[in-house]
C-alpha cells in the first residue's frame, strides 16, 4: 500500500503520515512525500518516509509531470493530499478533465474555493443562525463608518484566506484596527465578526460518495507558541480535549449541507469545522477547513483514526463499516503538543495541581 503524503513539513501531514503508522495498514503501508522547501524537516524523515522529493508549487507548469512521474516510479496507489493549495489545484485538475496519477478523497473544486474564502463561506450560511455577524473589508478601500455599524468594538478580524490564525486580533477601538492594518500590509482582505468569548471547538466529518461516514469533535484550548501571535491563535493546538457533542455535529452537518447545496457539489470529502462559542456558549462556525488538521494524531490515539477510515475507503476494504459512525471519548481525555514531540493522551483529571 504505497501512499503518497503531499507538504510533509507541515505539521498536519506528519500527523496524518503518523495515524497511518499506528492503523491497521502500517505493516503494509510505504509512504512518499512532497514538499515545496528544501529546508523542512520532514522532508528527511526518513524513518516514517521511503522517499521525499521537491515539487514546484501547485499550479506550476511542471507541478502535475513532477508529480505523475514520482507516482509511477514508485507504484503509488493512494494520496493524502495537503495543504490547501495542494487540494485546490488536485481538485481543479480533476474538474478540467484530468485524471489523478492514483486515488484520494477531496471535495469537488467549487467547493473547495468557497471554503478557501472565508467570506463566501460566511455569505452562503449568513441566514442560517450558524455563523457569527460579519463583514468583509478590503483594508484600502474601507467605510469605517459602516464598519462600526455593522459590528460593535471588540470584534473579530482574521483574513478571509489562508490557515494558522492568519491576520487575527481582537480589535478594540478604531485606532487599533488602523493599526493592525499597517502591520499586515500583505493581507487583502479580512472579515470582521462578533468576538465570541468562549471555547473554541472542532467537529471532523468524513463524507463518501454522497454519506456521511464518520465524525468527531475536540477542543482547542492552548496554542503551541502563542506568545509569537498577538491574537494568541498560531493554529496549531498544544493543549486539547477529545470531545463527545452531538450537538456540534448537528450543526456542522446543517452548514455542510447548505454548502453542498449551494455549490451544488457532491458529498464527499474531509472536513474540519471551526467553531467559536458566544457568552451564553451557543457556537458558531468560524470557518471549515477542507482538510485534517495538525492534532489529526491525537485523534487517532483516541480511537478516532481518521487516516485510517480514508485508507479504508480508497482501498474498498470490504471489512470497513461504512455506517455512519460518531467517535466516543473516554469522558476527561486531553492531549498535550509541542514542537518536536509526540502528544500525550490523559485524563484532565491527572494533571499537576499546584
Known amino acids: 500500500m504505497n501512499i503518497l503524503i503531499s507538504g510533509v513539513g507541515g505539521p ?31 522532508l528527511y524523515e526518513s524513518d516514517l518516509y ?12 511542471k507541478y502535475w509531470d513532477t508529480i505523475k512521474a514520482f507516482v509511477q516510479e514508485n507504484d503509488i496507489k493512494y494520496a493524502m493530499i495537503h495543504p490547501e493549495q495542494a487540494a485546490l489545484e488536485w481538485s481543479l485538475y480533476k474538474k478540467n478533465g484530468g485524471k489523478w496519477p492514483c486515488k484520494t478523497i477531496l471535495p469537488d473544486h467549487d467547493l473547495v474555493k468557497v471554503l478557501m474564502d472565508k467570506g463566501a463561506m460566511t455569505t ?50 478604531r485606532e487599533s484596527l488602523k493599526n493592525w492594518f499597517t502591520i499586515n500590509p500583505n493581507v487583502s482582505e479580512f472579515i470582521a465578526s462578533t468576538f465570541l468569548p468562549n471555547r473554541n471547538l472542532a467537529c471532523k466529518l468524513l463524507y463518501h460518495n454522497g454519506e456521511l461516514i464518520r ?20 493554529g496549531n493546538t498544544s493543549f486539547g480535549r477529545l470531545l463527545n457533542e ?3 455535529v448537528e450543526k456542522a452537518t446543517k452548514a455542510m449541507d447548505l454548502l453542498f447545496k449551494a455549490t451544488n457539489t457532491t458529498k464527499h470529502g474531509f472536513f474540519t469545522a471551526d467553531f467559536k462559542e458566544d457568552s451564553n456558549g451557543i457556537p458558531y462556525i468560524t470557518e471549515i477547513n477542507i482538510r485534517m488538521v495538525a492534532f489529526n494524531y491525537s485523534f487517532a490515539l483516541g480511537g478516532a483514526n481518521f487516516s485510517e ?9 470490504q471489512s470497513f463499516d461504512k455506517n455512519y459512525k460518531i467517535y466516543d471519548f473516554e469522558p476527561g481525555t486531553i492531549f498535550l503538543r509541542d514542537v518536536d514531540v509526540e502528544p500525550i493522551l490523559m485524563k484532565e483529571s491527572d494533571l499537576i495541581n499546584l
Open 246 to 248: 452531538p450537538n456540534l
Open 124 to 173: 452562503i450560511l449568513s441566514d442560517s443562525g450558524l455563523v457569527p455577524k460579519s463583514y468583509v473589508l478590503n483594508p484600502k478601500n474601507l467605510d469605517i463608518v459602516k464598519l462600526e455599524e455593522a459590528l460593535s468594538y471588540p470584534f473579530w478580524i482574521r483574513s478571509t484566506s489562508g490557515s494558522s490564525g492568519l491576520g487575527s486580533l481582537k480589535v478594540g477601538s
Open 50 to 61: 521511503e522517499k521525499n522529493i521537491l515539487v514546484p508549487v501547485a499550479g506550476n507548469e
Open 12 to 42: 498536519t501531514p506528519r500527523s496524518i503520515s503518523r495515524s497511518i503508522k499506528i492503523s491497521k495498514y502500517s505493516e503494509k503501508s510505504k509512504l512518499f512525500g512532497t514538499d515545496i522547501n528544501p529546508y523542512t524537516h520532514g
Open 215 to 234: 465524525a468527531a469533535s475536540g477542543e482547542r484550548v492552548n496554542y503551541i507558541m502563542s506568545k509569537v501571535a498577538p491574537s494568541g491563535i498560531t
Open 309 to 317: 477510515d480514508i485508507l479504508a475507503l480508497m482501498s474498498n476494504d
